[in-house]
């Protein structure tokens, strides 16, 4: 089964000042709930197409690490990346950026990919029951974090 969640927000910023902070794999502990720190792995440096990073994730007493790998690196435009655990990839998330008159109209969306028959393994992994009703919430999160650093 897939499932979609896309939320957009207007920030009062460049695509490029947005696309810079979202690209910047390492700064994302600033912005998501649920993701608190990331780093590039391999010969990985930076945002390009195939650069692979693992995101280090916490709920509450629950800590699991994801290993991604992006699949679009568009600057001032989009930045997409795979999530995988033990080689299966359960999830795509991305950042699609739109120049506005006040500066930027940023939609991150997640599409998910997990079968109905792991969700339960992976809700005892996470401690999430609810999947989608969480990704919408860190999603506002994220942004909201993002637009408060970027406007600062």
């Given at each position: ?31 998501s709930i649920e993701c608190h720190t ?58 699609r950026i739109e120049e506005t008159d ?29 999947r989608p009703a969480r990704n919408t ?16």
């Amino acid at each position: 089964m897939s499932n979609r969640i896309e939320i957009s927000r207007d920030i009062a910023a460049s695509p490029e000042e947005v696309y810079a902070a979202i690209a910047d794999v390492t700064r994302m502990g600033e912005w998501s709930i649920e993701c608190h720190t990331c780093e590039w792995t391999g010969d990985s440096t930076g945002p390009a197409v195939g650069a692979t990073f693992e995101g280090h994730n916490r709920a509450g007493d629950k800590e699991w690490t994801t290993q991604a790998t992006v699949t679009e690196a568009d600057p001032g435009k989009a930045f997409t990346f795979e999530c995988s655990m033990f080689d299966f990839h359960f999830s795509t998330w991305g950042y699609r950026i739109e120049e506005t008159d006040e500066g930027s109209r940023v939609t991150e969306w997640t599409e998910d990919f997990l079968p109905d028959e792991i969700r339960p393994a992976a809700a005892e992994l996470s401690g999430i029951d609810d999947r989608p009703a969480r990704n919408t919430e860190t999603i506002s999160g994220t942004l909201e974090r993002l637009a408060a650093a970027l406007e600062a």
